[in-house]
């Protein structure tokens, strides 16, 4: 069967995590995604764990892998003048444009959307930063998904209303922003199919991450109410409901029993602990909230998270162990879905890797492959995209063009 | 970009986010709701806390750009209403529970169906009951996140919802891409678990592969070297300051110390040390770890001393990495996002807010607030006139049984 968008090209000039993070989204729907990296400055990523056995090298990456999958690698040094040509070449003929350095660098580097569109008006180039190009502060602003959190207001909703901000669990915004990208470049693909317009696309990650939290800043906007940080899993509206101990080192099951019928199931599970007449109401539940959640945690105590999700999945109560990575893994669920995926890369050998976000009933997603080694197609991209013949390839490659 | 495209939205919290990306990027969206109306109306915080159908802001937050219209789909007028809508759509966007897509109802060839799924459609928990925490504790973020110690942490605003419905937009288009190229609709399936794992940033592919496990500790301490705090207090709040010394950041770390030298906070002498290479001596256990303690102390020092502007300022003028811990409020006064255009003006309620509503700029589209949020039920007349063929005795009829 074909894939949604096979036939596509796509150059992925970008690094770290947001801008091949969304080229992966189109590299899984079929687009031939050519990962275009110098070994003279690599992709940080490569840098960045977890490695492959715990084992730093430029080639064990896992978030690297995970990040790249199924690209084909072209290394060139785009700061040569025959190296930026190819980079101009491929672009020339390619369908979508990524990169994702400090905003405006590009520019400098002579791969501007205003060159490159001249070339090819129908081309969708995308450019992502923390705080995007266009503003004052955007121009020469880096970087990373720290950054992004704090600007995204994210940050600081993070962590314990009685300590410092902890911001949520690494570089958030990386994990937003691809979906907005995703999905703008897909919308693009639709009007450039009816009209043949391309357009360049500008997607500030603070922002993306912005979109996420869009209630607690409606709360200001119209309430003047400045949201703060709750640390552990606190609804005012709803109880029980919380992360309550387990037995383990750091083991947590959330517990969501403020409908009435999950309450009662709750109530059936745990017997007599949470009894008392006193908990028949939610109001009463909300104005004995410490209560029944000292009660709630005894129970949980003793077991596992496992075990009290499936005894309150049984009686209807939504309920999840906060799961660890090796739950994860062994997650029957996932495992059934297919979400992991072997792949099989010369450096890492066998290792896994989550497949594609969503599934296609219709033109399924291609096979999730390892990550590309810096490089490892130069030859068959220069040959097969630009028709270059093996001696000028190996001219280009002795003057330094090629690493 | 999107504007000969019909979406019809079956509301529910997990579709909002999902038909207002859609709708932002130019389709037509009708957002369907039973009579009583959709969940996602019942969702706090409430303008002025004052709860209400038309008061949920979360609702507000969501659901611009889309027309609102009730319909009962158990009835059998609801069912034909429904079937009729389908027909004329190219994406339906719903949330459902088990295998039965559209209600039950057929698919026409052409149309893209995007269906969000607690969990798998058909594995062990698919049956599983599950609220936005729920979910948001089975993708695995929370175990990693927040002071080992204490439970886990939590955003105070629902995240599974946002992760499945900015998911569930990218499943829809790329289907639309699918069919513009062979020209046959399909159905596309998004697990909001699955959804909420992205935010675990790869760290979990490691359990398998022999790396080091994605849990809630302190950093790892290498040789004498300190813990690097990522977030420093300042006079009025908290900023992130990027501080590695691996080599692709040691640049940033050694042009912070410059800043510290130039504020009178760090010696020089401390500051024109080889980051990268007191970092390895000092991770080897070769040197001592005073001058970093010196830096960091240094750096702590500095920041309580100056507001988040003035650290951000600096860090603009040295490069490195710094940002202001922001609030709403700050966001909300935040002049690049004014000059980037993020902001367009929503009615809310009986006023208007700015809303953050372009999350990306084009350089020949603008995202734009064609209509807020709707009422329950605001359109309605108008939708099922035009695009139904009932007469508005009809639609009366309807409404006085219940139907609508």
Redesign the interface.
């Known amino acids: 069967m ?6 596509l090209k796509v150059v992925d000039i970008g690094w770290i ?1 947001v801008g091949p ?1 969304s080229a992966r ?1 189109l590299t899984e ?1 079929g687009c031939a995604t050519i990962k275009a990296e110098t070994a003279k400055r690599p992709d ?1 990523l490569r ?8 084992q730093p090298g430029l080639e064990r990456s ?2 690297y ?3 790249n999958a199924g690209k084909r690698g072209l290394a060139v040094d785009v700061k040569s003048e025959a190296g930026l040509d190819i980079v101009r070449r491929l672009v020339a003929q390619a369908d979508i444009f990524v990169e994702s350095f400090t905003p405006g660098a590009i520019d400098g580097m002579g791969l501007s ?1 205003e060159m490159l569109s001249k070339a090819n008006p129908g081309l969708i180039m995308v450019s992502t930063g ?9 121009l ?21 209303p009685d ?10 915004t ?3 922003t ?7 470049v ?6 450039r ?2 009209t043949g ?1 391309g ?6 990650q603070a ?2 991450g ?14 003047g ?13 709803r109880a029980p ?1 919380g ?1 309550y ?1 387990c037995a383990g080192a ?1 083991r ?3 517990i ?1 029993a ?1 409908a009435a019928d ?1 309450w009662t199931g709750l109530r059936k599970v745990v017997g007599e602990a949470l009894a008392d007449p006193a908990f028949d109401t939610l109001v009463g539940r909300l104005r004995a909230r410490a209560e029944v959640d000292r009660r709630l945690a005894e129970w949980t105590a003793t077991r596992t998270p496992t075990e009290v999700e499936q005894a309150l ?1 049984r009686a ?14 062994s997650d ?6 297919g ?2 995926r072997e792949v099989d890369d010369p450096v ?1 050998g066998r ?4 497949g594609p ?7 399924p997603h291609v096979p999730t492959r390892a990550g590309p080694c810096i490089g490892d197609c130069t030859a068959a991209i220069l040959a097969g995209e630009l028709g270059m013949g093996e001696g000028e390839i190996a001219r280009l490659k002795a003057e330094g063009v090629l690493s | 970009m999107l504007a000969d495209i019909r979406v019809l939205e079956l509301s529910t919290p997990p579709t909002m986010l999902a038909g207002q990306i859609l709708g932002d990027l130019g389709a037509e969206v009708i957002a369907i709701e039973p009579p009583q109306g959709s969940a996602g109306r019942r969702l706090a915080p409430f303008i002025d806390g004052r709860p209400g159908l038309e008061r949920s802001l979360t609702w507000h937050a969501l659901n611009r750009n889309k027309r609102g219209i009730t319909l009962d789909a158990r009835t059998p007028d609801g069912r034909a209403l429904l079937a009729e809508l389908i027909e004329q759509a190219d994406i339906v966007i719903e949330a459902v529970e088990g295998e039965e897509s559209l209600c039950g109802l057929a698919r026409p060839e052409r149309l893209i169906v995007c269906d969000v799924t607690a969990f798998s459609r058909s594995g062990p928990k698919a049956a599983y009951r599950a609220t936005d925490p729920v979910l948001v504790a089975a993708g695995a973020s929370p175990a990693m996140a927040g002071p080992p110690g204490r439970p886990p942490i939590f955003f105070p605003v629902p995240q599974a919802i946002m992760e499945a419905g900015a998911e569930a937009a990218v499943a829809a288009l790329a289907a639309l891409g699918a069919r513009d190229r062979l020209g046959c609709g399909q159905r596309v399936d998004v697990q909001a678990r699955i959804a909420t794992m992205p935010a675990t940033l790869g760290r979990l592919v490691s359990a398998r592969s022999g790396g080091p496990h994605g849990r809630r500790m302190e950093p790892p301490r290498m040789g004498a070297m300190p813990a690097i705090p990522g977030i420093y207090e300042c006079r009025d709040g908290h900023a992130v300051v990027t501080v590695a010394f691996a080599p692709a950041f040691v640049g940033l770390t050694q042009r912070i110390a410059e800043w510290l030298v130039e504020e009178g906070f760090l010696e020089a002498e401390v500051a024109a040390l080889d980051f990268m290479a007191t970092a390895r001596a000092v991770m080897a256990g070769e040197a001592p770890a005073t001058p970093i303690e010196r830096f960091i102390a240094a750096l702590t020092t500095g920041c309580k001393a100056r507001t988040k502007a003035e650290i951000t300022e600096a860090s603009k003028r040295h490069r490195f990495m710094a940002a202001p811990v922001m609030t709403m409020a700050d966001v909300a006064a935040f002049e690049h996002y004014r000059e980037r255009g993020l902001f367009a003006p929503q009615a809310v309620g009986d006023r208007t807010v700015e809303a953050p509503a372009r999350f990306a700029q084009f350089s020949n589209y603008e995202i734009a607030v064609r209509r807020p949020a709707p009422g329950l039920s605001e359109h309605t007349l108008e939708v099922l006139t035009q695009r139904a063929g009932l007469s508005p005795t009809e639609v009366q009829a309807l409404f006085a049984q219940g139907i609508l």
Not at chain 1, 163 to 172: E, M, N
């Open positions: 074909v894939a949604a968008l096979e036939g995590m993070v989204y729907l940080p840098g960045l764990g977890p490695f492959r056995d715990g896992l978030s892998h995970l990040t959307y923390i705080l995007g190009r266009k503003g004052t502060m955007g020469g602003m880096s970087g990373t998904g720290m950054t992004g959190s704090a600007y995204a207001g994210a940050t600081n909703l993070m962590g314990w300590q410092a901000p902890v911001g949520p669990y690494g570089p958030w990386d994990a937003v691809p979906r907005f990208i995703a999905s703008s897909l919308a693009a693909l639709h009007r199919q009816q317009q357009c360049h696309i500008d997607i500030a922002e993306a912005l979109q996420f939290l869009t209630p607690a800043y409606f709360d200001y906007a119209v309430n109410v400045v949201a703060e940080r709750v640390g552990g899993l606190s609804d005012p509206l409901c992360t101990p750091d947590w099951v959330v969501d403020a999950a999945q209807g109560v939504p309920a999840h162990a906060v799961c660890d990575d090796e739950e994860m893994f029957p669920d996932l495992t059934h879905a979400y992991y890492v290792s896994w890797l989550p976000q969503y599934t296609m009933t219709g033109t």
